[in-house]
């Protein structure tokens, strides 16, 4: 609108001045006067409004610069909070990496929940323990991926009360036995002291519940043992105080008795102390060059008198050849003595026990092996029979015993001679204990 009536008055201006032009021709001086004069001041006007307009022009035009500058900044300025806030995610990404990988790599099994009870991560023990897949359970509810009630129950119970830690001993049953978990549940609180979720930390003690268990059943063993001689010495010494064994052949037997008791508690103690000499490093070793046939000699000797008790053949198959080791011989026979005292001690009567020895020259070492028609192992022991006091079970009642005899036998070969021992059995038809030792290189005697 204001734009047409600047149009009119510019138009009526150039009318104005045509006439200004035109009139002199036929010249009236007042209407040529009144145009002069219109002409001017409309023209004057126009260029005073174009010089406000431009004025506006101009004031707009700044503040368009100024608000131009002003959300540049702000570009500028949003532009590095987003860089500022994608560094942080960067940032908090590679801290949950971080967390996640030190989660994943912990052996123990770990279970982190939110405040609903809902799975944020676990690492792959968890889930084998509780059969859920971690990666596609994450924001399950752990009612549903956990079937054990006691566990939910425990991190249920430690979030609700906002329990800092929990500790409770979980036995979870399986197809090898029942397995049992240390487990410690603690509330994670933010910084307002609210509580966000829990980790839960199930660490597998079976294995120290059962040597702990091992040790008493060992306490109990020695204690067995050693009252058994001790009582029979006590006895028979009395008897001899008192004057209860009239003749010279009585007091030989109580004698013989009591000797032989004597010996067994010192067997007995010197097990004993060589395993805890051997595994603190303060036996004394005197190793020379020994022929490992001649002591299997020396020791199936020892053996048959034993083994004659029970009826029981004790077969030697050992060929002459160059079998020298580096041993130490009071410890070779007492390896060689336990392998056959424990083949004779788990042998029916009327079994037999084999003996041989023979050199390996590809591999230059000698093998002695011990083979018994007895009462075998069960698989699942095989493998722990020369662990620290392990007895088979199935065993036990064939004999009595501390299960540190082959223990023993390990830790001479294995620790002191560089040995290797070796077991293979089947119940209900025998066992084979042996071992390997390195040979003395012929040249290296001969030098
Ligand atoms: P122990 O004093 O109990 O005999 P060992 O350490 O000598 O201890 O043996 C450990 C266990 O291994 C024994 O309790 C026994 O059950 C088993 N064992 C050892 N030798 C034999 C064998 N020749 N036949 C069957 N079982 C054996």
């Not at 036929?26 to 174009?50: C, F, K, N, S």
């Not at 119970?157 to 329990?163: A, L, N, P, V, Y």
């Not at 008493?216 to 204690?223: D, G, M, Q, R, T």
């Not at 084999?354 to 083979?371: M, Y």
Request: charge should be negative.
């Amino acid at each position: 609108m204001i734009n047409k009536v600047y149009m009119f008055l510019a138009a009526l201006g150039c009318a104005c001045l045509c006439m200004l032009v035109v009139l002199p021709a036929g010249g009236v001086d007042v209407l040529e006067i009144v145009g002069w004069l219109a002409a001017t001041g409309i023209t004057g006007w126009m260029g005073w409004r174009l010089y406000l307009e431009a004025k506006m022009l101009i004031v707009q035009v700044e503040s368009l610069k100024h608000d131009y500058k002003a959300q540049r900044e702000k570009v500028i300025e949003s532009t590095m909070q987003a860089k500022d806030y994608k560094l942080q995610v960067q940032l908090l990404k590679r801290q949950k990496q971080n967390t996640e990988a030190i989660i994943y790599s912990i052996s123990d099994a770990v279970i982190v929940t939110d405040v609903n009870d809902r799975l944020l991560v676990a690492n792959e023990p968890a889930g084998g323990i509780f059969g859920f897949d971690v990666e596609k359970s994450v924001l399950k509810l752990l009612d549903e991926l956990v079937e054990n009630a006691e566990i939910v129950r425990l991190i249920k119970k430690s979030r609700q009360g906002k329990i800092r830690d929990i500790r409770h001993e979980l036995t979870l049953k399986g197809e090898e036995g029942p397995t049992i978990y240390d487990c410690i549940v603690s509330c994670i609180f933010d910084e307002e002291d609210k509580i966000c979720g829990a980790v839960s930390v199930l660490h597998n003690v079976t294995r120290e519940k059962e040597i702990s268990q091992m040790k008493n059943e060992f306490v109990s063993h020695v204690s067995h043992e050693l009252k058994t001689p001790l009582a029979s010495i006590t006895a028979y010494s009395e008897m001899l105080a008192d004057g209860e064994a009239a003749d010279e052949k009585t007091r030989k037997e109580f004698y013989s008795i009591i000797q032989t008791q004597a010996q067994r508690l010192n067997r007995l103690i010197e097990d004993i102390l060589n395993v805890s000499r051997i595994e603190s490093g303060l036996i004394k070793v005197t190793k020379e060059p020994l022929s490992a046939t001649l002591l299997v000699r020396d020791a199936v000797q020892m053996i048959k008198s034993y083994a004659a008790e029970k009826n029981i053949e004790v077969k030697e198959e050992t060929a002459i050849v160059f079998d020298q080791v580096a041993a130490d011989k009071d410890m070779i026979s007492q390896v060689i003595i336990n392998l056959l005292s424990n083949a004779v001690k788990y042998t029916p009567d009327d079994g037999t026990v084999t003996v041989d020895s023979e050199v390996d020259e590809a591999r230059q070492v000698v093998r002695i092996r011990v083979a018994d028609t007895g009462v075998g192992i069960p698989a699942e022991d095989v493998e722990r029979v020369f662990d620290k006091f392990y007895r088979v079970k199935a065993n036990n009642k064939c004999a009595k015993g501390t299960g540190l005899g082959l223990n023993l036998v390990k830790q001479i070969v294995e620790k002191i001679h560089n040995g290797q021992v070796f077991v293979t059995s089947e119940v209900g038809r025998g066992s084979c204990f042996g071992f390997e030792l390195p040979l003395i290189a012929e040249k290296a005697l001969a030098d």
